[in-house]
C-alpha cells in the first residue's frame, strides 16, 4: 500500500536534470539562505536517488556478465579503470 504523500518514481535522467538545475540556482548566489538549505536538501535527496540508481545498474551488469560463458564478472569500477587507460 502507497502512501498517499508519496512522489512518483523519478527517472534517472530526470533527477540529474533537477540535480544540475538545483546547483545552478545555488552557484547563482541569488537564493536566500532557507531557500538554498530547502535545495540543498532536495539536492543531497537527488544525488542519493542517483547513486542507488546506478548501484542498481551495475549489479544488472555483473549479473549480465555472469550469466554469460564466455565472460568472467569483474567489479564495474575495475573495468571503468580499464576503459579509461585505452582512451
Given at each position: 500500500?502507497?502512501a498517499?504523500?508519496?512522489?512518483?518514481?523519478?527517472?534517472?535522467?530526470?533527477?540529474?536534470?533537477?540535480?544540475?538545475?538545483?546547483v545552478?540556482?545555488?552557484?547563482?548566489?541569488?537564493?536566500?539562505?532557507?531557500?538554498?538549505?530547502?535545495?540543498?536538501?532536495?539536492?543531497?535527496?537527488?544525488?542519493?536517488?542517483?547513486?542507488?540508481?546506478?548501484?542498481?545498474?551495475?549489479?544488472?551488469?555483473?549479473?549480465?556478465?555472469?550469466?554469460?560463458?564466455?565472460?568472467?564478472?569483474?567489479?564495474?569500477?575495475?573495468?571503468?579503470?580499464d576503459?579509461?587507460?585505452?582512451?
Amino acid at each position: 500500500m502507497k502512501a498517499e504523500n508519496q512522489e512518483p518514481a523519478m527517472s534517472f535522467e530526470e533527477a540529474m536534470e533537477k540535480l544540475e538545475s538545483i546547483v545552478d540556482r545555488l552557484e547563482g548566489g541569488d537564493v536566500p539562505l532557507e531557500t538554498a538549505i530547502d535545495l540543498f536538501q532536495e539536492g543531497m535527496k537527488l544525488s542519493q536517488l542517483c547513486g542507488g540508481k546506478l548501484e542498481q545498474v551495475e549489479k544488472r551488469i555483473e549479473t549480465l556478465l555472469e550469466s554469460g560463458a564466455e565472460f568472467q564478472t569483474q567489479p564495474f569500477s575495475a573495468a571503468q579503470n580499464d576503459r579509461e587507460d585505452v582512451l
